[in-house]
């Protein structure tokens, strides 16, 4: 690739990119300025942290810490990159080689273009600034030996992006299978999760036996507030000190001994694991010896460029057709019939839900069934999965008892974030259904029972995660009775007040989602300012249901009613209520459907960019 056609490929780009900024119209070309400045803000806010960092804090601290600021900048960037990958399980190519093999053009050239385009992403954009500034702080605090960092570096994020390439590529070729399309996504989600919940199992089993470290933490702490307002004196402080440490078995010098064991294991693995390499060549250069640095720099320059042939030369085996096409897999494909009936599926497709319209039972069973099939779906309804999981375990691990009342309180967090992570999916969710929304125009269904529908079809995901994580609550801290019941009552004024918020937004708000991924097309300024909205508005909507709890609190603080159960009494008028009102506002919503089907239909429509 010569420099005109490198020009001529960037003048594509440009064009490209300025119409789209032109479809989105005024407000979302001055959204994507915004976002533009402030990604270039943050980049250079990072890169004077960096600076500062490496000047000032850690100017005369031992290499170990050096090591482990450096661990923890790779880590926070590996998991960024991470999820930034799984968001889109694809390959994601700014030049499409299918478009270029009848043009004389080089095709390494456009791969060494593809490559460098996807190095630009917001971690990439946070993290390099950062380790960039904190070698040019660390050669001005700790001298000209800090120089060896840069090209480590360079090295390091060549490596990280290179390998992700050649993932990249190889998940293409695998994914173009779509069976098995689903499968990857799902296990590469939970493999993800379980990676990013490695260190607390690890400190969990890591724990020392013989007394309760948390509480021996929590009563030091206590005793060094008191020590910090001046309630004890130094001698007092000490006395108390060493008899909590006697009393939970745990003494001072086992604990100093843990220490120097984890900075040996953090050590001994920085130097065998390739992405450790610039903690321990750091550590090393401050030592005073600089040749692990330019070892582990030419290490991580020999993986990314292995890892850059290998993904030029999956790629090239790709897109010629030669990848992993046999004669016998292909005698084996056309011999499977065309269309495979599937009993259960159709036996289950035939339900019949009570109480319900036929009309409404047929969307529910239909959409859940979709749910259940669809690739990015399955996604989508991992994400309060994950929220559950990573934030309740945090909850359970808080040291503190917390009263009955903070008790409930919890109860009724756990249904917000299970909600909060059904919120891409319960408020696009029109855009999953793309063209397939032309059955829902041409039906002669009522429209609010397309949207009740909808809304029955999460209601096993939404309460089931809700009842599952205040059951878990309950028997890591223990409500009473009828606090328990009440919240599990809370639970329905919560989600369908959930589901008439999510049923504006995706009236009002839709966006088409590409086939088998999560990524949309650029919405229009309108769109991201309703979406912000919403997060504003959800909150406000939850904590509504709130106030059967504030009015007992507020009763029993003032002396009323403390043994009747208040809370019980109001959720089960609350619920009431909310399944009075429910149905009007679904006809209120049903009509406004009808009035918008059609610019909905456009929009969902529409191919994602």
Same mark, same amino acid.
């Given at each position: 690739?010569?420099?005109?056609?490198?020009?001529?490929?960037?003048?594509?780009?440009?064009?490209?990119?300025?119409?789209?900024?032109?479809?989105?119209?005024?407000?979302?070309?001055?959204?994507?300025?915004?976002?533009?400045?402030?990604?270039?803000?943050?980049?250079?806010?990072?890169?004077?942290?960096?600076?500062?960092?490496?000047?000032?804090? +850690?100017?005369?601290?031992?290499?170990?810490?050096?090591?482990?600021?450096?661990?923890?900048?790779?880590?926070?960037?590996?998991?960024?990159?991470?999820?930034?990958?799984?968001?889109?399980?694809?390959?994601?190519?700014?030049?499409?080689?299918?478009?270029?093999?009848?043009?004389?053009?080089?095709?390494?050239?456009?791969?060494?273009?593809?490559?460098?385009?996807?190095?630009?992403?917001?971690?990439?954009?946070?993290?390099?600034?950062?380790?960039?500034?904190?070698?040019v702080g660390l050669v001005f605090s700790r001298g000209t030996a800090m120089?060896?960092?840069?090209?480590?570096?360079?090295?390091?994020?060549?490596?990280?992006?290179?390998?992700?390439?050649?993932?990249?590529?190889?998940?293409?070729?695998?994914?173009?299978?779509?069976?098995?399309?689903?499968?990857?996504?799902?296990?590469?989600?939970?493999?993800?999760?379980?990676?990013?919940?490695?260190?607390?199992?690890?400190?969990?089993?890591?724990?020392?036996?013989?007394?309760?470290?948390?509480?021996?933490?929590?009563?030091?702490?206590?005793?060094?507030?008191?020590?910090?307002?001046?309630?004890? #004196?130094?001698?007092?402080?000490?006395?108390?000190?060493?008899?909590?440490?006697?009393?939970?078995?745990?003494?001072?010098?086992?604990?100093?001994?843990?220490? &120097?064991?984890?900075?040996?294991?953090?050590?001994?693995?920085?130097?065998?694991? =390739? +992405?450790?390499?610039?903690?321990?060549?750091?550590?090393?250069?401050?030592?005073?010896?600089?040749?692990?640095?330019l070892l582990a720099t030419l290490g991580l320059a020999l993986i990314g460029?292995?890892?850059?042939?290998?993904?030029?030369?999956?790629?090239?085996?790709?897109?010629?057709?030669?990848?992993?096409?046999?004669?016998? !897999?292909?005698?084996?494909?056309?011999?499977?019939?065309?269309?495979?009936?599937?009993?259960?599926?159709?036996?289950?497709?035939?339900?019949?839900?009570?109480?319900?319209?036929?009309?409404?039972?047929?969307?529910?069973?239909?959409?859940?069934?979709? +749910?259940?099939?669809?690739?990015?779906a399955k996604m989508m309804l991992l994400t309060p999965v994950i929220f559950?999981?990573?934030?309740?375990?945090?909850?359970?691990?808080?040291?503190?008892?917390?009263?009955?009342?903070?008790?409930?309180?919890?109860?009724?967090?756990?249904?917000?974030?299970?909600?909060?992570?059904?919120? &891409?999916?319960?408020?696009?969710?029109?855009?999953? #259904?793309?063209?397939?929304?032309?059955?829902?125009?041409?039906? =002669?269904?009522?429209?609010?029972?397309?949207?009740?529908?909808?809304?029955?079809?999460?209601?096993?995901?939404?309460?089931?995660?809700?009842?599952?994580?205040?059951?878990?609550?309950?028997?890591?801290? =223990?409500?009473?009775?009828?606090?328990?019941?009440?919240?599990?009552?809370?639970?329905?004024?919560?989600?369908?007040?959930?589901?008439?918020?999510?049923?504006?937004?995706?009236?009002?708000?839709?966006?088409?989602?590409?086939?088998?991924?999560?990524?949309?097309? !650029?919405?229009?300024?309108?769109?991201?300012?309703?979406?912000?909205?919403?997060?504003?508005?959800?909150?406000?909507?939850?904590?509504?249901?709130?106030? =059967?709890?504030?009015?007992?609190?507020?009763?029993?603080?003032?002396?009323?009613?403390?043994?009747?159960?208040?809370?019980?009494?109001?959720?089960?008028?609350?619920?009431?209520?909310?399944?009075?009102?429910?149905?009007?506002?679904?006809?209120?919503?049903?009509?406004?459907?009808?009035?918008?089907?059609?610019?909905?239909?456009?929009?969902?429509?529409?191919?994602?960019?």
């Amino acid at each position: 690739m010569n420099r005109h056609h490198l020009s001529a490929i960037l003048w594509l780009q440009w064009r490209i990119r300025a119409n789209s900024l032109k479809r989105g119209g005024t407000a979302g070309a001055i959204v994507e300025a915004i976002v533009g400045f402030l990604s270039l803000f943050a980049a250079l806010l990072t890169f004077l942290i960096g600076i500062a960092v490496g000047l000032l804090a +850690l100017a005369n601290v031992s290499s170990t810490v050096v090591m482990i600021v450096w661990d923890m900048l790779a880590i926070g960037f590996l998991l960024m990159w991470i999820t930034e990958l799984i968001t889109e399980l694809q390959r994601s190519e700014l030049l499409s080689f299918d478009k270029l093999l009848h043009l004389p053009v080089s095709l390494s050239g456009v791969f060494l273009f593809n490559y460098v385009a996807s190095v630009a992403s917001l971690s990439v954009n946070l993290f390099l600034p950062g380790m960039i500034g904190l070698c040019v702080g660390l050669v001005f605090s700790r001298g000209t030996a800090m120089l060896a960092l840069f090209p480590l570096v360079a090295a390091f994020f060549i490596a990280i992006t290179a390998l992700t390439h050649q993932f990249r590529g190889w998940l293409a070729s695998l994914m173009e299978n779509k069976r098995r399309r689903r499968n990857i996504i799902t296990m590469a989600t939970l493999a993800f999760v379980l990676l990013t919940q490695a260190p607390q199992v690890f400190v969990w089993w890591s724990r020392p036996s013989g007394g309760s470290t948390r509480t021996v933490r929590l009563e030091t702490e206590r005793l060094d507030q008191m020590l910090a307002k001046r309630e004890i #004196d130094v001698a007092e402080h000490k006395r108390q000190s060493d008899a909590i440490y006697k009393k939970y078995g745990v003494s001072r010098e086992t604990r100093g001994a843990r220490g &120097q064991q984890i900075v040996s294991l953090a050590t001994t693995v920085n130097k065998v694991v =390739p +992405l450790g390499w610039p903690a321990y060549g750091a550590k090393r250069v401050v030592e005073g010896a600089v040749r692990p640095a330019l070892l582990a720099t030419l290490g991580l320059a020999l993986i990314g460029a292995i890892s850059l042939r290998r993904s030029y030369q999956t790629t090239l085996r790709l897109y010629t057709g030669d990848f992993k096409s046999t004669k016998s !897999r292909a005698v084996k494909s056309l011999a499977k019939p065309d269309v495979i009936i599937n009993v259960k599926a159709s036996a289950f497709m035939e339900k019949q839900l009570p109480w319900i319209s036929e009309h409404a039972s047929a969307i529910t069973v239909a959409t859940f069934r979709s +749910l259940m099939r669809a690739p990015e779906a399955k996604m989508m309804l991992l994400t309060p999965v994950i929220f559950t999981v990573i934030f309740g375990s945090m909850f359970l691990r808080i040291g503190t008892a917390p009263t009955e009342f903070m008790r409930t309180v919890m109860a009724s967090g756990a249904m917000v974030l299970v909600l909060f992570g059904m919120t &891409q999916l319960s408020g696009n969710q029109f855009g999953l #259904d793309r063209a397939g929304f032309r059955v829902f125009v041409l039906a =002669p269904a009522a429209r609010k029972d397309v949207l009740l529908g909808k809304n029955l079809a999460l209601l096993p995901l939404g309460m089931g995660l809700g009842i599952v994580a205040i059951c878990a609550l309950q028997m890591a801290y =223990p409500l009473r009775i009828d606090r328990f019941f009440g919240a599990l009552l809370q639970l329905v004024p919560m989600y369908l007040m959930f589901c008439i918020l999510s049923n504006f937004l995706s009236m009002f708000a839709p966006m088409p989602l590409a086939s088998g991924s999560l990524k949309r097309a !650029r919405p229009k300024g309108l769109a991201i300012l309703l979406h912000a909205a919403f997060f504003f508005a959800f909150p406000t909507a939850m904590s509504l249901t709130m106030f =059967p709890l504030g009015i007992e609190f507020v009763l029993n603080g003032l002396g009323f009613l403390t043994g009747f159960p208040v809370y019980l009494m109001l959720e089960v008028a609350g619920v009431a209520v909310a399944v009075f009102l429910y149905p009007q506002i679904l006809s209120l919503q049903g009509n406004l459907l009808h009035s918008r089907e059609h610019k909905i239909l456009d929009v969902v429509t529409a191919h994602a960019e």
